[in-house]
């Protein structure tokens, strides 16, 4: 038997119990249980004390010792996977010759008989370690890709998979032989999952790839419980392949276009010589931040194509920046890298200690500009302008609360503002870290004095009252491109409902040439699915829709425009 406790804060140095452990069971200096019983008893309330300079902290536990039957084996062992490193510098692909032994940790083990029937099951702790007691003669150990933890009422759960959708969505599995117990009553069966490389090439199969993609999943449960012990983790499954690749079409054959979260599963690249994804632990935590800004909190991101130097929507900015941020938080490194091409010997990615240079359009609206800023104030190394180290628990209050049910659209705006709230005294120093990205201090969640481009600017957040109008002036977009998702294509509105009615919004050209064809979207508290919408065609959209009394916000996009054409919105 083998029980540790999760310690949060500095290295235990001492501990104690009260009272005695049963026979046969020791107390470790750092607090770990080990050993094996002797003798059965009823169930015993414990409480185990560990001690270090800034003081103490206890923990209850209970133990029941049951009789154990006569040919009964104590199998125990411990489950590795080879973990393939990236080289030195950002811009390097993998490390094949530096392979090392990483331990599964968390992962489900079953131990079956020859029929196939589970005997016991329990999970790999922290140290890739299990110990069941199993009756029998001949069995043997099988580990799946998956993470579980039952749900309790007031405590943590989770139900992690990795499968492949290539292959009817099986669950990944490693499995030994089936051997005898023996009769010694302790037996070791360790296990491991190879990388498949040979040198050259995967010549074999790839078994450790979706243990290393579990093992980031676990960082993610870690850095989330030490901000929230009983956070419950809604079930995700995590597709992984060899087939897996960079295209578009069917992903039961390996076409998922890019890793991703779908909103519902993950899907992860594994195209040898291509790109793969399973050694990309900062593209598989960015992913997983999807998963937990849709779990946790909320996200408005639009999707699609972006890029580091892009002016994005202020919803996607902060929904990529966000995603990149958290994938380096999970892994506790400011390296965001992506091996590809032959023999996975390149990688691109960005260092989130390095500024955004002037080049890559620094601001509210560049994904890259969020990952610096929501990392600057997640980390300890304070370089000249940031003088935060929040951590994350100061971060996750935000998104499960605030942020999830903002009545503006997510975005850096909404975010500065709730940690500026939660976090009084630090206005000044959150500023200055805004401002190595050439972002003005934000003071509300609707970002007050921006526009929303250049030419033909709006204010970020246009104003609507009840039995008024408001005027904008569409354009392209801030940038060349036309695409949904580029800054300045969508026009953000606010109004507030004054008592529960039907009221009728109105949109219609007041100016311009062309035959424009506008469509808007109404949201309303922590949804990201609109209340009411208007997709008609035509140069006028109009809605009649039953509303209650609160604080509303409003996404108009117009297609078939030409530039500085002018439109009027009512509401009555």
């Known amino acids: 038997t083998i029980i540790r406790f999760r310690n949060t804060g500095s290295a235990i140095t001492s501990c104690t119990v009260s009272p005695s452990l049963p026979s046969g069971l020791s107390l470790s200096s750092d607090c770990t249980i080990r050993g094996t019983v002797t003798s059965s008893q009823p169930r015993t309330s414990y409480v185990v004390t560990g001690r270090n300079s800034a003081g103490s902290s206890n923990a209850n536990i209970e133990i029941t010792v049951i009789t154990v039957a006569s040919g009964t084996v104590r199998l125990s062992g411990t489950i590795t996977y080879d973990s393939v490193p990236f080289k030195s510098g950002l811009n390097s692909g993998l490390d094949y010759n530096n392979i090392s032994k990483k ?24 140290s890739g370690a299990y110990s069941v007691l199993v009756t029998g003669t001949s069995v043997k150990v099988r580990v799946s890709a998956q993470l579980v933890k039952e749900p309790s009422a007031g405590k943590s759960s989770w139900n992690f998979q990795v499968k492949d959708n290539t292959n009817a969505n099986a669950l990944y599995v490693m499995e030994g032989r ?19 490389w040979n040198g050259s090439t995967y010549a074999s199969t790839r ?28 079930p995700l499954d995590i597709f992984w392949s060899k ?15 890019t890793s991703h979260f779908d909103g519902t599963s993950l899907y992860i690249l594994g195209k040898a010589n291509s790109d793969t994804d399973e050694y990309d632990s900062g593209i598989i935590a960015h992913e997983w931040g999807h998963y937990y800004e849709s779990a946790f909190s909320r996200s408005d991101s639009t999707g699609g194509a972006h890029g580091t130097s892009d002016m994005l929507d202020i919803r996607l900015a902060f929904g990529e920046g966000f995603g990149t941020a958290i994938g380096a938080m999970i892994i506790d490194s400011p390296l965001y890298r992506d091996s590809l091409g032959s023999r996975q010997r390149q990688s691109f990615g960005s260092d989130l200690e390095a500024q955004t240079p002037d ?6 609206f560049n994904e ?11 980390d300890s190394e304070n370089e000249e302008g940031d003088d935060i180290a929040f951590g994350f628990t100061p971060i996750h209050k935000v998104f499960i609360d605030a942020q999830k049910n903002t009545e503006a659209f997510t975005s850096i705006f909404t975010f500065i503002t709730a940690l500026k709230a939660e976090n009084p005294g630090n206005d000044d120093a959150i500023d200055a870290i805004t401002a190595k990205e050439k972002i003005a201090p934000i003071r509300d969640i609707y970002g007050t004095g921006r526009t929303n481009r250049v030419q033909n600017a709006n204010p970020l957040y246009s104003e609507l009252s009840a039995g008024g109008f408001v005027d904008i002036v569409t354009d392209y977009s801030s940038v060349s491109s036309a695409a949904d998702n580029k800054l300045g294509k969508y026009n953000f509105v606010k109004f507030e409902i004054p008592a529960s009615g039907r009221y009728t919004f109105t949109i219609r050209q007041i100016g311009g040439s062309g035959n424009p064809d506008p469509d808007f979207y109404i949201y309303t508290g922590s949804s990201s699915e609109p209340v009411a919408f208007s997709e008609a065609e035509g140069t006028t959209d109009s809605i009649t829709a039953n509303l209650s009394a609160g604080v509303y916000r409003m996404a108009v996009v117009v297609y078939n425009q030409n530039s500085g054409t002018r439109f009027r919105i009512t509401l009555n």
């Open 103 to 126: 331990k599964v940790r968390g992962a489900l083990v079953e131990i079956l008989n020859g029929s196939g029937t589970v005997l016991a099951k329990t999970s790999t702790d922290s």
């Open 178 to 196: 089936l051997a005898g117990l023996g009769s010694s009553g302790t037996q070791t069966r360790n296990l491991h999952a190879p990388s498949g």
């Open 207 to 234: 078994v450790a790839a979706p243990f290393a993609v579990l093992d980031v999943v676990y960082n993610a449960i870690e850095k989330i419980q030490a901000a929230q012990n009983n956070a419950v983790f809604k």
């Open 243 to 257: 087939n897996n690749t960079a295209s578009a079409g069917d992903p039961r054959l390996g076409q998922i276009v």
């Open 359 to 364: 080049s890559d359009n620094p601001g509210w």
């Open 368 to 378: 890259s500009s969020v990952f610096r800023v929501l990392y600057d104030i997640y």
